[in-house]
């Protein structure tokens, strides 16, 4: 089956059908139409508004946007939605500016409050942001409609192997990213092609040189392994929440799929822990499971939480000179609880360096401290060997559970 054929029965899928499309757009379109009837303008937005969404297993998210003059009448949305009769569930989820789920049954509403804003300069969130992003990427599709549907396949692409969200545990490509980068390298295949070579991306053309970008740029923002100038925004690198790691595994796919292309690759599979367990086996290797599980909200904030603890947990199993040779953090966006995972090459003894030769006073209290240690000099300075697991340095981090809102066991 050729590339091209197996892209085309991969939309099939994937492209909401017209009837769907239409039932969903008018459960939005009655909650625009509810707050329009108390004075309040609202819009579709999002990628439903791009005609860039993909259809999902479960339930559909549409972003409705709720634009306000000021602050203070922002402020007073929550209250009157509280007074609206919704056509379902409303749930209040935390974010950089909170915003609001309802529950439509296959359909949940994301209702996101925004500050109008003429300048996405002159946005005070990030979200406010958002608005001009609409209209870029439309206009974009307008000049060639095709990228509509190549953007499908790469967000379905980039979710199916575990690299699509800017959620904090994730650390991957936003929706909004990836429809910049189809619509700069001019579809699916080209974008992981050129993603390949890409460094600095500037679609807009905002700066002369790589340098100048570089120059220009908040430093904070430029620690992504590629820049993407917003072309709504020539001061916001886009992929700013890219992590190596993720984008090293984008590569290795993307790598993959052009060298022998399947509808596999659009399939998002559940992690083969089995395949783990007989590698190490095979390697002579540990490995190590462990559950995670916080009480904090579901979603980015309780994804972030439990993802920050198994960062620390791998952090100090390098310092204290264990060797990672495989690991996956594994959380559903859903729920309360997480998995991790760790293939390690445990080193039970490791050299540690102590005082210098020289220092006396500094040796005496060493060798007193360290006795039973394996005690040695080397390069002019005193050594012990500090006996280790993987077990005891999880113990030693479990300690820290509380301070870091979260439960931990070995599985």
Known sequence: MGTRQILDDVLREITLSRDEFFRFEKIAKDFIKLLDGIGIGSFIGGSFAKETVVKTEGKQDIDIFVVFDSAKELDKFESILNGLDLSGPLKKVHGSRDYFNVDCGDVILEVVPVMKNLNPEDAENVTDVSLSHVGYIRTEIKKNPRLSNEIKLAKRFCAANRVYGA??????????????????????????????????????????????????????????????????????????????????????VAQAFLKEPSKEFFEKKELDIGAFKIFSKEKGFLFFEMKLETEKQEGDIAGTKMKKFFDFFVSEL???????????????????????????????????????????????????????????????????????????????VKKFEKEMDVVVKIV
């Open 167 to 252: 959620e904090s545990y994730i650390r991957g490509f936003s929706g909004y990213s990836i429809e910049v980068l189809v619509c700069h390298f001019g579809g699916f295949v080209k974008f992981l092609k050129g993603m390949k070579k890409a460094h600095v991306v500037d679609p807009s053309k905002f700066f002369r040189t790589k340098n100048e970008v570089m120059r220009e740029l908040n430093s904070a923002k430029l620690n992504s392994p590629i820049i993407l100038v917003d072309p709504t925004f020539k001061h916001r690198n886009a992929t700013a929440g890219l992590s190596k790691e993720t984008f090293d595994k984008f590569l290795e």
């Open 318 to 396: 390098l310092r204290k000179g264990q060797e990672i040779v495989k690991k996956e953090f594994d959380y559903s966006g859903k729920g309360l609880a997480a998995n991790g995972y760790l293939v390690v090459d445990e080193k039970n003894g490791v050299e540690v360096r102590g005082p210098s030769l020289k220092m006396k006073e500094a040796t005496v209290k060493f060798k007193k401290a360290k006795k039973g240690h394996g005690i040695f000099e080397k390069d002019g300075f005193f050594w012990f060997v500090d006996k280790l697991s993987v077990k005891g340095i999880f113990e030693s």
